[in-house]
């Protein structure tokens, strides 16, 4: 039986180039999306369409989810966006919306997956960073979204305080500028080649998901694609 792994964000430019890659190596693959689009045609895939802001609807997706496959290896969580802002422009509104999009996400899915992880005494649950996030230093442009990216990175070491000892490990994975179409259209005047794919870093995270001796808990993505 092969094994399954949860991807959120699913049809976004990462969370599908996540799927394709395991899915590529003969894993069972879940994928959490906002809206279905069922663009990947698999036998080994499987969509939900869930609003993952919503704790109660994300709880219930994923119990469903459990009872047919009750060991979930990895969970990749995708989910986010992005928006910019300094402190002057950044206000409540902008605040709790980023937080949402770029912590509960993230948040609500761990609760529900840990306790079958814990029960199953393996898993990985890997968080998607930003470099403004782990070093808020950078972050004068885009406060609300460097605010909850730094998020994940206390999360996840709480995470690995909490089942240290354990087969579960929590990594955030840190990529710099993505190549997608909407950073191109953003940025269009910008050497693209010097921006990292996602299928490279989709192919970073299945090592990691795979190799339980790898242990580190942030995953700079520029750092492995010298």
């Known amino acids: 039986m092969s094994k399954t792994i949860l ?44 609003d993952l802001t919503d704790e109660a609807a994300t709880a219930k997706t994923i119990n469903a989810i459990l009872e047919k496959h009750q060991d979930i290896a990895a969970a990749v969580l995708t989910t986010g966006g992005f928006t910019l802002g300094n402190i002057e422009k950044t206000g409540q509104k902008e605040l709790q919306k980023q937080y949402a999009l770029n912590f509960e996400t993230a948040y609500f899915v761990t609760r529900s997956v840990l306790p079958n992880m814990k029960k199953n005494k393996k898993g990985k649950i890997f968080f998607i960073g930003s470099e403004p996030g ?8 885009v406060v609300a979204y460097a605010l909850a990216k730094s998020q994940l990175f206390q999360l996840a070491n709480i995470l690995n ?20 179409p909407q950073n191109r259209k953003a940025v269009p005047k910008a050497d693209f080649n010097k921006w990292q794919k996602s299928k490279d870093i989709a192919e970073i995270i299945q090592d990691y998901a795979e190799d339980f001796t790898k242990q580190k808990s942030i995953i700079e993505i520029k750092n492995i694609l010298k």
Do not use: C, R, W
């Open 161 to 180: 305080s909490e089942t240290e000892k354990t087969g579960i490990q929590a990594h955030v994975v840190v990529p710099t500028t993505i190549d997608t």
């Open 7 to 50: 991807v959120s964000g699913a049809n976004g430019n990462l969370g599908k180039a996540v799927v394709q890659n395991f899915l590529k190596n003969n894993y069972t693959v879940i994928g959490l999306v906002h809206h279905q689009k069922d663009e990947i045609k698999n036998e080994n895939y499987n969509e939900f369409e869930v």
């Open 134 to 141: 782990m070093q808020t230093s950078k972050a004068k442009g």
